[in-house]
């Protein structure tokens, strides 16, 4: 099955840029789309942004115009692009992704830490 391996989460301070990256173990044609989530105790996980196969993009109301999702199938890798980062953007950011069958793949989590 599919394995989703994420990386890129670190702290930085407000104003500040980060990039996700999540790695996939089979091609990224096998899935239908790929997401990312965050959460923080307490608090329900959040979807943020997602990216179809044909490249349509949508985001929280929250992070447009500040977050980017990316994909690069040659490297079967796809990404979160994070500029102008806020203390409320602080989470554990998590990949996600949903093959042509709906079944769920889950990266294991990644914390952004924004201070001001």
């Known amino acids: 099955q599919v394995q989703l391996v994420e990386s890129g989460g670190g702290s930085v301070q407000a104003g500040g840029s980060l990039r996700l990256s999540c790695a996939v173990t089979?091609?990224?044609?096998?899935?239908?789309?790929m997401n990312w989530y965050r959460q923080n105790p307490g608090q329900q996980r959040e979807l943020v942004a997602s990216?179809?196969?044909?490249?349509?993009?949508n985001y929280e109301d929250s992070v447009k115009g500040r977050f980017i999702i990316a994909r690069d199938d040659l490297k079967k890798m796809f990404y979160l692009h994070m500029t102008s980062l806020k203390p409320e953007d602080t989470a554990v950011y998590y990949c996600?992704?949903?093959?042509?069958?709906?079944?769920?793949?889950w990266g294991q989590g990644t914390q952004v830490t924004v201070s001001s």
């Open positions: 089979a091609t990224l044609s096998s899935l239908k789309i």
């Open positions: 990216i179809s196969r044909d490249a349509l993009a």
């Open positions: 996600n992704a949903q093959d042509w069958f709906s079944r769920p793949y």
